[in-house]
């Protein structure tokens, strides 16, 4: 049967992206942090407990089934998205800055970088957690329903 040879390695190479997007991102958060010195606040912390640990999951993954892959990692990527989510509307003032959890230190809110006038680290965060989302739930889609 040739179609599970395909399967297989479409599995693997949507493992593999999710593997490159997650060492971007950390790669990313500790060049802001590190190089730039860029204090991070409450919320990237907590994100970066969300995606650092994805970078090696994802790693092991990809010799693992997708069905283990995606069960392992899911919970990470949903949190890390649901962080993210909530930092930005907090950063965009659509919740209001008592709501935030960043009362002592650095504000949740800070602006650091502003790329074409939108693009900011919170976001950042959240578009790369979406994108791992949506690619896991794409591996879940090929790898549960069409085998």
Partial sequence: M??????????????????????????????FSEVMEFPPCVLCWYQ????????????????????????????L???GW????????LHYEIVPETASPCLEGVSCSTVYIDWF?????????F???SLLLGILLIL?????YEK
Wanted: positive net charge; aromatic residues 18%.
């Fill in 82 to 89: 649901i962080i993210a989510l909530y930092h930005n509307l």
């Fill in 2 to 31: 040739q179609p599970k040879m395909n399967e297989d390695k479409k599995s693997w190479m949507l493992i593999f992206c999710c593997w490159i997007i997650a060492s971007f991102s950390t790669l990313g958060s500790l060049f």
């Fill in 48 to 75: 970066r407990i969300a995606m650092y640990p994805l970078v090696f999951l994802f790693l092991v993954g990809s010799f693992q089934t997708a069905k283990s892959t995606f069960a392992f990692t899911l919970p």
């Fill in 140 to 144: 879940k889609r090929n790898d549960f």
């Fill in 77 to 79: 990527a949903l949190i």
């Fill in 127 to 129: 578009i790369s957690f």
């Fill in 117 to 125: 006038g939108f693009i900011t680290i919170p976001i950042l965060s």
